[in-house]
């Protein structure tokens, strides 16, 4: 470590001399670089890198003078506790802030050792609403989290799919406990009634008895906080029990894999939420995919435009503050606003993005397509 | 009304599966006074092994008739738990059959770490889509009322393989040699009964009935993976208890008992409770009714009728 810390501080020292006007201002990223969501990893630093360069490109000064911006970039891996070591990592080589990371679980330890470094971070990744409820005063999030997702499903639920009486089952874990409650809240401020509410467990098959007590509230739409390998079973046992109402799931079901468990029982009135937006769909998608094409000749994952967008709220916020110092730019962070790729990028209080895009898919075709 | 009679389908079907397997852990502990925790995961491995032998016939004859593979699979599943049954016995459980009754038990315990570790070697952490060969396009008996011809076939092929074993037991040779060596295997022995092959014969059995309850489990609900066996068997244990452990008719009715109880449970447990209790308690449900039986009948409800033990 401190052989890197040594580098980094040589060519530091070289590109100072070489161009004597410039400042050097790191920024760190942090995401999964191997393992099975690497790709998603890879994405997200790419996101990054290209808002680097592009500002790089276009020229930026902070407080009068001129500055160049450079990439630390660090693999977590998605693992915890590699998280927090490349957190400490990143706060040792000394980065203004960080763009990271992409799993809540590494976000969440990690925001501490930022924390105690001083140094803002923004996930563009991270959904659960944990991450900004830790009182830390440099967290934030450029992706909607799990609260304004369960938001939209109940408005989904009750505006579009017209229903009057919902049933709401959860899976006791903390993640489909929160979905399914701000799924609840929603449902009913929007005007309907929930008809059931029931529990089942993250380890369950069987789902009969509660789906036949559902069943006898007759609901429109049913909405299940959980992963797919419960929700698939669900939607299945539900065709057995001869209910024809609509299904709803969160995150957790909208996978390829929701699709392979509940087989023929998938309809066209099935539904599932994910947090962020389609690219298409975002004001600058089709520019941010040609840049995202040319620079990298592949095609944007995920988390690529979220990462920009995150990158461009720290560069704007330090030349607001004139000074690329945290404590000088985090008010500045707290009060942004602009049109960024994924769409109007401000922050709540505690952080969160305001007005988080969340995207309701339906099955289509055997796939889950966006509407 | 509808509702009412849904559920008591519901307990049925779950219940006639936890019947099954109960029927194994009970003779098990009928003759050698063993509970095999691993029973639960020999249900995971027919239920694999089944799977793997469809898609090999899927791959092989695709034009095969549902039915058919079916049978097949399923020969081959209880061929492979049989196996399976007999060399757990064989290689984990003889050696310790004198030795301190917590060690067999610790044992146990330890076979059903190493068979879900295998199975999750050989068939990968994921969930797995289960062939349903048999149809689960709903029938509607009567009016609002759902069965699909996969529950009806669980319950009526649990029943014959109860009345079955209720035979082998009652009326056989090896099963009088069954109930001898329940009753006291040293005097069996000197009686001439061949007692260690008796004990492996239980084994064998009981995984032979795990087998089907792991095809039929995993067929109904449509899913299938390494740990699929671990709650099954933890609820067939407990309807082995309610019925009176060691006692067959005892696990049969133990296990539809815990089936309905379940499924009322988690139906009316919130009119039963004027909304104090929802359906997250649905399991305490069941283990009330256990906590019920054992206080004023320790042996279960139909109790160990040491003669009635195999």
């Known amino acids: 470590m401190k052989q890197t810390v040594v580098a980094v501080a040589v060519m530091s020292i070289g590109l100072g001399a070489a161009q004597a006007q410039e400042t050097v201002v790191k920024l760190g990223s942090a995401a999964p670089l191997t393992g099975t969501i690497a790709h998603l990893g890879k994405d997200l630093e790419n996101g990054t890198r290209l808002a680097i360069e592009t500002i790089n490109a276009q020229g930026v000064s902070i407080g009068g003078k001129k500055v160049k911006l450079e990439l630390v970039g660090e693999d977590d891996q998605a693992d915890p506790r590699t998280g927090t070591t490349v957190a400490q990592r990143l706060v040792d080589a000394g980065v203004k802030g960080v763009v990271g990371h992409l799993n809540s679980g590494t976000s969440i330890p990690a925001s501490r050792i930022y924390d105690q470094g001083g140094i803002p971070q923004i996930s563009p990744a991270s959904t659960n609403p944990k991450l900004t409820l830790q009182n830390f005063k440099g967290v934030f999030r450029t992706i909607a989290n799990d609260v304004q997702q369960g938001g939209a499903l109940g408005n989904f639920a009750v505006k579009s799919l017209g229903a009057k009486k919902v049933a709401i089952i959860d899976d006791r874990t903390a993640y489909g406990q929160g979905l399914a409650d701000e799924t609840e809240k929603a449902v009913k401020a929007a005007g309907a009634q929930v008809v059931a509410r029931e529990f089942t467990t993250d380890k369950a098959t069987d789902f009969n008895a509660i789906l036949t007590k559902i069943r006898a509230a007759s609901p429109d739409v049913i909405f299940f906080g959980g992963m797919d390998a419960q929700a698939g079973p669900m939607l299945r046992q539900l065709k057995q029990l001869g209910v024809n109402a609509k299904f709803l799931t969160g995150d957790g079901g909208c996978s390829p894999e929701m699709i392979k468990l509940a087989g023929d029982a998938m309809t066209a009135t099935t539904y599932c939420s994910m947090a962020g937006l389609p690219l298409d769909k975002m004001p600058g998608g089709a520019a941010f995919r040609d840049q995202y094409k040319k620079r990298f000749g592949g095609e944007v994952q995920l988390y690529a435009p979220y990462a920009y967008d995150a990158t461009m709220a720290i560069v704007k916020a330090m030349e607001k503050a004139g000074s690329p110092e945290p404590s000088k730019y985090l008010p500045e962070l707290k009060k942004s606003n602009f049109a960024g790729v994924t769409g109007n990028v401000s922050f709540d209080d505690k952080g969160d993005i305001k007005e988080g895009a969340v995207t309701i898919y339906s099955f289509k075709d055997g796939n889950w397509v966006p509407m | ?310």
């Open chain 2, 1 to 310: 009304m509808e509702t009412l009679i849904q559920q008591f389908i519901n307990g049925l079907v779950i219940g006639s599966v936890y019947a099954l397997i109960a029927l194994g852990y009970t003779m098990v502990y009928g003759i050698l006074g063993l509970i095999n925790f691993a029973h639960g995961d020999v249900l995971m491995v027919g239920a694999l092994v089944a799977l793997q032998t469809m898609m090999f016939l899927m791959g092989m004859a695709p034009g095969m008739s549902p039915l058919v593979m079916l049978a097949i699979a399923l020969l081959v599943a209880i061929v492979v738990c049989m196996l399976l049954g007999f060399t757990m016995e064989r290689l984990a459980y003889r050696r310790l059959r004198n030795a301190p009754r917590l060690a067999p038990l610790i044992t146990a315990i330890g076979v059903s770490f190493l068979l879900q570790t295998i199975a999750m070697i050989i068939w990968g952490r994921n969930y797995h889509t289960y062939p349903q060969l048999i149809s689960t396009t709903p029938l509607q008996p009567i009016e609002g009322v759902f069965v699909t011809p996969v529950q009806i076939t669980i319950v009526i092929a649990s029943a014959a393989l109860m009345i079955g074993l209720l035979l082998l037991v009652n009326r056989t040779k090896i099963g009088r040699a069954m109930r001898a060596t329940a009753e006291n295997h040293r005097v069996a022995s000197l009686m001439g009964v061949d007692t260690n092959a008796v004990i492996a014969f239980t084994f064998v059995v009981g995984a032979a009935l795990a087998a089907v309850a792991g095809v039929m489990f995993a067929s109904n609900y449509g899913i299938a993976h390494y740990g699929m066996g671990f709650m099954p068997g933890l609820k067939a244990f407990t309807a082995a208890v309610l019925g009176g452990i060691g006692n067959l008719g005892g696990a049969m009715l133990g296990g539809v008992m815990l089936g309905l109880v379940e499924s009322f449970g988690a139906g009316y447990i919130e009119h039963l409770t004027f909304g104090f209790l929802n359906s997250s308690y649905q399991d305490i449900f069941a283990f009330i009714i256990l906590g019920l039986v054992l206080i004023f009948r320790p042996t279960g409800l139909l109790g160990e009728r040491v003669s009635d033990r195999a």
